[in-house]
């Protein structure tokens, strides 16, 4: 995996490469395919920032870490990544499990006893029987339920942004909180819920 490294008013040190590399190809183990990655490192109000991007063939994923050393803000956003991969990987082994098309089972045709005919007699008149056609029958075998599984429930706490946001601001939000719902209202009042399709976009629902 090709590795591109940017340093923003600071210094990236060989232990930080090393880490970083480590971490990716962590990830590139989960994504499969992986082209390039890219790390940036900067500060932002007295915090060391690190901002990690990776891109696959069908997936691109961004994760972002805040904390006071660089060390400690490149762990996070690693592990932000690593949960994003580890999702689109269960995603990606769920959807071969599925059944690609329905068994057609054909029935095999019915016997019947063949009764002799009794014989007209000259008082008995005579009826014509019409010779019914053997037809085959198409049985449909339906896929198995689903079993149910139980929901996992949060507290509303965490997936609600109490300060005003933009919609540009709630998706890196989501992003670093690792998120795939977040409920949140713009600087105007307006109210919106970002959640994260099973396809991996993200999807912005206005509440009326």
């Given at each position: 995996m090709e590795v591109e490294f940017t340093a923003r008013q600071v210094k990236i040190t060989k232990a930080l490469r090393t880490q970083a590399e480590e971490g990716l190809e962590r990830i590139g183990e989960l994504l499969g395919n992986s082209t390039n990655a890219s790390v940036t490192f900067g500060v932002e109000r007295h915090q060391q920032v690190v901002e990690l991007k990776?891109?696959?063939?069908?997936?691109?994923?961004?994760?972002?870490?805040?904390?006071?050393?660089q060390q400690g803000a490149l762990k996070q956003a690693i592990e932000h990544a690593e949960n994003q991969a580890r999702r689109y990987?269960?995603?990606?082994?769920g959807s071969k499990r599925l059944p690609k098309e329905e068994k057609v089972l054909t029935a095999p045709p019915v016997s019947r006893t063949k009764t002799r005919a009794a014989q007209p007699t000259e008082d008995t008149p005579v009826k014509l029987t019409r010779s019914k056609a053997r037809a085959s029958i198409a049985v449909h075998s339906f896929p198995a339920k689903p079993a149910v599984v139980e929901p996992h429930i949060l507290k509303s706490s965490e997936a609600i942004a109490l300060k005003p946001l933009t919609?540009?601001?709630?998706?890196?939000?989501?992003e670093f909180r690792d998120r795939d719902?977040?409920?949140f209202h713009t600087p105007a009042g307006a109210m919106?819920?970002?959640?994260?399709?099973?396809?991996g976009k993200?999807?912005?629902v206005e509440i009326p």
């Open positions: 990776v891109q696959a063939r069908a997936q691109k994923i961004a994760a972002t870490g805040k904390a006071a050393t990987r269960d995603r990606r082994i919609v540009e601001e709630a998706v890196k939000e989501a719902l977040l409920v919106f819920v970002l959640h994260r399709r099973r396809d993200m999807e912005l």
